[in-house]
Each structure stands twice: as structure tokens, then as C-alpha cells.
């Protein structure tokens, strides 16, 4: 397969200057915009006018596209090697619009049975009660299932390139290629895997977002992306149907310009994020311990995940390694209670905290927390356990530091 170089592909979009001829962008605030002939207001609001017509000042109102968001949405869709791209103001954000853009009433969904708790409450309750789409959650690496549970409604085929929290690994090009024969959308969250892993390159046809956690970095701002074909974030600002447009989960501006600002340094961020989740990992494994991360040779996605990284070398992790993101399976939550108290409050080896992303490590039990929506049957199915605890390794401090920490930890804990 084409080499993908989402970095380089950065690079390539556009740069915008500021308007004085600053190095950086301005910031454009205001929520509307004037029309310098007034006869080119209705083509603004049938999409005849807009920011994509190669026209400048073609911009109507902030619900619905504004410059400084539009840029990032730009640079999203460069990463993701798709052609178009626009922000939202969370990752649910992104996907509750994408799901209602693309069904009708008494539609279908297939989704994979391990995904963000959010999203699994949007389309196991949310979606069926008040829109009439139902789902069925099926373990994605189980594609004769994937395939079954297809019907004549079914439009979207969901899943995780990596799932949260348990990281099963989505075989991209074999669901794309069971959505199409069934004329459905893949639609991926690539939030675990930027840079990392492209999935459109694998046959996605949409891909969100939530920018909260890696792509943002610094937990301060809450946001989303999707990105897809022209005419699919076209549509979802259209007046009349466009689930971004008529929902408004508008991004501000500013924080649209606040992440951009973040992008450059994200595979800097994502690559040591990687370097040091694997070197615990494999710390941890040889200490015994059960963990779970697709670096490790182990990892029963080990081999798939491999053959779908972007840059060189990739059995070695190529560019941006395997993840920041780890799971190590302590049994019982009142075993992971202990430890996560000595490695906050006694080592400060990270924070006890749900998201992720973060410069510092955060961690969290999986069931107690962003999976609790799921319940017990939904934790059994995404195979989730009590004692499953999530963490984002973070970059602070030096490595072997935050090691000591981390063994010290262990130890206090009889681990
Ligand atoms: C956090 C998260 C979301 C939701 O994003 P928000 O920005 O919190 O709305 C969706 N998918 C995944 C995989 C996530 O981790």
C-alpha cells in the first residue's frame, strides 16, 4: 500500500497568515458576516456560496462555517487524508450529528461492541428512543458477526481503530469492505490513534474526532472534528438537513485556534507518548502483571495493528509507536482502588482521572467510570473487568523518574 505521511500532508495544507501578515493566523470572532453584494445572500444560504466555492467573503454566519474553525477543520482533514473537514464543540459533538446525519428514522446501525461509553449510550438508548435508529453491537473482530448483523436498513458501520479503553484493534480494510458490499458508511473514531493509524486509507468514509484528549493535549479544551468527502461535510451544513447546521454544536473560534496552535507538535507528543506506554508495558509484563497494550508482540491485534502504521518500520512501532494508552487488568476493583491511591497520592506518579490525552499520566477504573453507561451485560460483552484500569501515559518528568514511581507503587500495593 501508498505510503501516507500525515505530517507531511500538515504541512502541504495551506498556511494561513495572519491578516497584518503575522506568522500565525488571526483569530476570526465575529458570528456573522457582511455580504458585500447583497444579491449573493440567497446563494449563501443554498450552499451555491460558501468557503469551498473558491470565492473570498463567502462566509454567512458562525453556526455555520467560520474562517479560524474552518482552518482547522482543514488541517484535521490533512491528517486523516480525507478531503474535507470541519470542527465541533465536542467529540459527541461529532458523532451524535454524523450517526443522524447519515439515518432515517427506522435506520440501522452496526456497531463494534467496545467503544467510548458516550457513544455506546447514544446508540444503545439515545438514538432508538428518540430518533428511531437502532443498533446492533457486535465484537468487531469477529467479522462473520460484524456481517451477520447486517439488515436492509443498515447505513453505518461504527467502531474504534483502537477501542476505548480496551484497545482491540479494528481490521479497517476487511469492515470497509463488508460496509460497501452492503452499501453502508464506515464511519471510525480514530481519537486513540492520530497520525498514527489513517483509516481512511483503509476505506473509511468518515472519521471523527474528539480533540479533547491527544490532538489538544493540555485538557483545556473540549472539541471535536469530523472528516469525510466534500459533499458529506456539505451536507451536514445544509440549512434544510445539515446535522451540523440545525443541531449546533458550534466550535468557538478561539478554541479552534488554540488547537491548531498544538498541531504542529502532536507527532512529537504522540511519538514519547508511545516510547514510554511501551517501555511500562513491557516493564509491567515482565513484572508479571496483566496488561494490555498493542505494542506488545502478545497483544492478540499485535500483527494487525502493525501492518496498518503510518512511517517507517512499523513492526517497531514506526513513526508514533503503538498509543499512549494502556490497560493493565488488576482483577477486582478494591486491588486497583489501592494502587491507584499510591500511584496519585503517595508516588504522584499521575493523576486519578477520567479523559486522556494529557501531558501527565491519567488514570482511571474503566467500569467505575467512562464505561459505566455500558452496565454489566454491555462490560461482559466489551469484555471489560472491575479491576480494568486505564491509563494515559503521560510525558512529564523523565522516564526512569516516573518508573520508580510507578515500581514504588507496585510494591506498597503487593503487586
Ligand atoms: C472522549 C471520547 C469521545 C467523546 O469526546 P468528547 O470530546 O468528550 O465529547 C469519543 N470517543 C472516544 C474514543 C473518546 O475517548
Not at 467503544?115 to 438514538?127: I, K, N, P, R, S
Not at 452499501?183 to 480533540?211: E, Y
Not at 498541531?263 to 508495558?281: D, I, K, M, T
Amino acid at each position: 500500500m501508498e505510503r501516507f505521511d500525515p505530517e507531511a500532508a500538515l504541512a502541504d495544507c495551506r498556511h494561513e497568515f495572519g491578516e497584518h501578515g503575522g506568522v500565525n493566523m488571526s483569530i476570526e470572532t465575529s458570528t456573522t458576516f457582511t455580504v458585500l453584494d447583497p444579491n449573493t445572500m440567497p446563494d449563501l444560504f443554498t450552499g451555491q456560496l460558501g468557503p469551498d466555492s473558491g470565492r473570498e467573503g463567502c462566509y454567512l454566519y458562525g453556526r455555520h462555517f467560520n474562517p479560524t474553525v474552518y482552518v482547522l477543520g482543514r488541517q484535521l482533514a490533512a491528517i486523516e487524508g480525507m478531503p474535507a473537514g470541519y470542527c465541533t464543540a465536542s467529540g459527541l459533538g461529532a458523532i451524535a450529528p454524523v450517526l443522524m446525519q447519515l439515518c432515517e428514522q427506522g435506520d440501522h446501525i452496526v456497531s463494534a461492541s467496545a467503544v467510548y461509553g458516550g457513544t455506546w449510550a447514544l446508540m444503545h438508548d439515545f438514538l432508538p428512543r428518540k430518533c428511531g435508529v437502532t443498533t446492533s453491537f457486535v465484537p468487531v473482530q469477529d467479522l462473520a458477526a460484524v456481517e451477520a448483523a447486517f439488515t436492509s436498513r443498515t447505513r453505518v458501520l461504527y467502531c474504534e481503530t483502537l477501542s476505548n479503553p480496551t484497545l482491540v484493534v479494528a481490521d479497517l480494510s476487511k469492515l470497509a469492505d463488508i460496509a460497501h458490499r452492503h452499501g453502508a458508511m464506515l464511519v471510525v473514531d480514530n481519537t486513540f490513534s492520530p497520525l498514527s493509524i489513517t483509516p481512511s486509507r483503509f476505506g473509511a468514509d468518515v472519521v471523527v474526532h474528539s480533540l479533547t484528549k491527544f490532538v489538544n493535549g493540555t485538557s483545556d479544551f473540549i472539541a471535536g472534528a469530523v472528516t469525510g468527502s466534500k459533499e458529506f461535510v456539505q451536507s451536514m451544513m445544509d440549512v434544510h438537513t445539515g446535522a451540523l447546521m440545525l443541531l449546533g454544536p458550534t466550535m468557538d473560534p478561539r478554541a479552534a485556534f488554540e488547537i491548531s496552535m498544538r498541531l504542529p507538535h502532536l507527532g512529537l507528543r504522540v511519538a514519547e507518548h508511545s516510547r514510554r506506554a511501551q517501555c511500562f508495558a513491557e516493564r509491567l509484563r515482565d513484572r508479571g502483571l496483566k496488561v494490555v497494550y498493542p505494542g506488545l508482540p502478545e497483544h492478540p491485534d499485535h500483527a494487525l495493528i502493525v501492518s496498518m502504521l503510518n512511517g517507517d518500520d512499523p513492526a517497531r512501532g514506526g513513526t508514533y509507536g503503538f498509543g499512549g494508552v494502556m490497560g493493565i487488568d488488576l482483577g477486582d476493583a478494591d486491588r486497583a482502588n489501592l494502587l491507584l491511591d499510591e500511584l496519585q497520592n503517595r508516588q504522584r506518579f499521575g493523576w486519578i482521572a477520567v479523559s486522556l490525552g494529557y501531558f501527565d499520566t491519567l488514570m482511571s477504573l474503566s467500569a467505575a467510570s467512562t464505561s459505566s453507561e455500558l452496565g454489566d451485560d454491555g462490560l461482559g460483552e466489551a469484555g471489560i473487568s472491575p479491576g480494568y484500569l486505564r491509563m494515559s501515559i503521560g510525558y512529564t518528568g523523565s522516564l526512569e523518574q516516573r518508573w520508580g514511581q510507578l515500581e514504588r507503587a507496585l510494591d506498597a500495593s503487593g503487586l
